[in-house]
């Protein structure tokens, strides 16, 4: 895991990039994709903990991404995962990807992972019950319907 430079042309290409790609696999069209807030959303992210994007690599090879959000839902003693994006399917990036802020959480003191899932995405959503994941409520301040599931750090 590397923190990525969103700041950079290079970086900000990859997060927009994986961005888009999420959506469209998670919802199966563009509708209502904003783009620009995602990217001003992880600099927010960023500015407040430089490590809050990162790039996973297996080897020399882009993984996936992850992206923490340090201060929502803070008070609870809760963290934020805004965004997975796994390059690597079916091959473990997933459990590696949700570890890495498992433990970054955990050495923050955060007794509670979460995050937001499309309900219609049933493979995430399948893969998040596995490891762990229990279905909370519901995020109606969202675009579209996603499911709010939480994990349990303690």
């Given at each position: 895991f590397v923190p990525l430079?969103?700041?950079?042309?290079a970086g900000a290409a990859l997060y927009q990039l994986c961005r888009a790609?999420?959506?469209l696999s998670s919802h199966g069209a563009m509708d209502r994709y904003d783009g620009a807030a995602f990217y001003a959303?992880?600099?927010?992210?960023?500015?407040?903990?430089?490590?809050?994007?990162?790039a996973a690599y297996?080897?020399?090879t882009f993984a996936g991404l992850l992206q923490l959000d340090t201060e929502q839902d803070k008070a609870e003693g809760?963290?934020?995962?805004p965004f997975v994006?796994?390059?690597y399917r079916k091959q473990g990036a997933g459990v590696q990807l949700i570890g890495e802020a498992v433990s970054r959480y955990r050495r923050l003191g955060r007794k509670k992972l979460r995050l937001r899932c499309a309900a219609e995405n049933e493979i995430a959503q399948n893969f998040y019950r596995r490891i762990g994941f229990r279905k909370i409520g519901t995020d109606s301040t969202a675009p579209v319907h996603l499911d709010l599931l939480e994990l349990n750090l303690v």
């Open positions: 430079d969103i700041e950079s042309n790609e999420g959506w959303q992880a600099r927010a992210n960023q500015a407040v903990y430089s490590e809050a994007v990162m297996c080897e020399d809760v963290g934020r995962v994006y796994m390059d």
